[in-house]
Nanobody, 120 residues
Framework: QVQLVESGGGLVQAGGSLRLSCAAS????????MSWHRQAPGKQRELVAA???????TYADSVKGRFTISRDNAKKTVYLQMASLKPEDTAVYYC??????????????WGQGTQVTVSS
């Protein structure tokens, strides 16, 4: 089985920074896409940033220039560096990974979520 464990959430003032981490463990042959999503109260879950296995990155327009996604493939870990945080960034942040088995099948896994609260 595969597990994704997130860390790094918390309470921060507007304009501050936080760094989220998500480490994958278990039966993993290769990790393809890794991404961060968030869900604010009363809203749908949305993509924040994604990173392909080759390093290509994608960002939501709302976070471009403020957030940076990176990954350490050797550590099976993806990071989200968040800067210039705004109250509207408040949400539960989820890590997602597309993991390939030895037989070539791909499965998607979600982390448990970590709360990020930005006070004004």
């Amino acid at each position: 089985q595969v597990q994704l464990v997130e860390s790094g959430g918390g309470l921060v003032q507007a304009g501050g920074s936080l760094r989220l981490s998500c480490a994958a463990s278990g039966r993993i042959f290769r990790i393809n896409l890794m991404s961060w999503h968030r869900q604010a109260p009363g809203k749908q879950r949305e993509l924040v940033a994604a990173s392909s296995s080759s390093g290509t990155t994608t960002y939501a327009d709302s976070v471009k220039g403020r957030f940076t996604i990176s990954r350490d493939n050797a550590k099976k870990t993806v990071y989200l560096q968040m800067a210039s945080l705004k109250p509207e960034d408040t949400a539960v942040y989820y890590c997602y990974a597309q993991i390939q088995t030895e037989l070539g099948y791909e499965y998607g896994y979600w982390g448990q979520g970590t709360q990020v609260t930005v006070s004004s």
